[in-house]
């Protein structure tokens, strides 16, 4: 006995699809069955915010069976803690640390840029390294030793996969303002392990699909 199945989007209550044919005139939108299984699914290419909700699969039986899904459409987000500012005084390690978060998979490559350029951990000026921890939640730290005036200026974290972020270094020489200190003394002080403790205690839902994947589907199990 060959069913009938059905997609329903519940945000408008808009059937969507009826056995392989497609009825919105949104073509981000189609239905395939491969013949021989029981697999039903819907296809949304290129998927936005907006395609967040809840999607009913209908079974043509009697009575009718259904079964609920509930998309959340993310996207991948770049942070650098201590942004926008953060004083280093002269001498000190710069330590700066660029977390990628709501990736479905870790980044291809992080670049780091300065002043609009891209740093280069080989160069005469020596001392500059990156550590890039990846994981569910990608964590890259760019350390800089005996931080002088001219490493002053902007530094952005490029992650392939999420929008770039930028911080503003102020190398200091001599007293600065308390604050600036302190500010400057909590970072260079706190650990990469407890950026990640911080981080990695962010919990995502369970069903959670990527705008950074060309193609999204629901399947019905």
């Known amino acids: 006995m060959l069913l009938q199945v059905?997609?329903?989007?519940?945000?408008?209550?808009?059937l969507?699809?009826?056995?392989?044919?497609?009825?919105?005139?949104?073509?981000?939108?189609?239905?395939?069955?491969?013949?021989?299984?029981?697999?039903?699914i819907l296809q949304i290419?290129?998927?936005?915010?907006?395609d967040?909700?809840?999607?009913?699969?209908?079974?043509?039986?009697?009575?009718?069976m259904s079964h609920f899904v509930h998309l959340n459409v993310i996207e991948p987000t770049t942070e650098?803690?201590?942004?926008?500012?953060?004083?280093?005084?002269?001498?000190?390690?710069?330590?700066?640390?660029?977390?990628?978060?709501?990736?479905?998979?870790?980044?291809?490559?992080?670049?780091?840029?300065h002043n609009n350029a891209i740093i280069n951990?080989?160069?005469p000026r020596g001392g500059v390294s990156v550590v890039t921890i990846k994981g569910e939640t990608t964590t890259s730290f760019l350390l800089i030793k005996n931080a002088r005036p001219s490493d002053s200026g902007q530094y952005q974290c490029n992650p392939s996969n999420a929008?770039?972020?930028?911080?503003?270094?102020?190398?200091?020489?001599g007293e600065f303002p308390a604050a600036m200190q302190r500010a400057g003394q909590a970072h260079h002080h706190m650990s990469p392990h407890h950026y990640l403790l911080?981080?990695?205690?962010?919990?995502l839902s369970t069903l959670v699909f990527i705008t950074q994947q060309r193609f999204l589907c629901i399947k019905l199990m």
């Open 121 to 123: 951990y080989d160069s």
């Open 198 to 203: 911080v981080y990695m205690s962010i919990c």
């Open 80 to 113: 650098i803690i201590g942004a926008p500012d953060l004083y280093i005084e002269a001498g000190s390690t710069i330590n700066l640390t660029c977390v990628i978060l709501n990736s479905p998979e870790p980044p291809a490559y992080i670049f780091w840029n």
């Open 163 to 173: 929008r770039s972020k930028s911080v503003s270094v102020h190398v200091l020489n």
């Open 52 to 64: 967040s909700g809840v999607y009913e699969c209908q079974v043509s039986t009697t009575p009718h």
């Open 16 to 40: 969507l699809t009826v056995g392989r044919y497609t009825y919105t005139s949104d073509q981000r939108f189609r239905a395939i069955h491969h013949p021989q299984t029981e697999d039903w």
């Open 6 to 14: 059905s997609w329903v989007r519940h945000r408008d209550i808009h």
């Open 45 to 50: 290419k290129y998927p936005q915010h907006r």
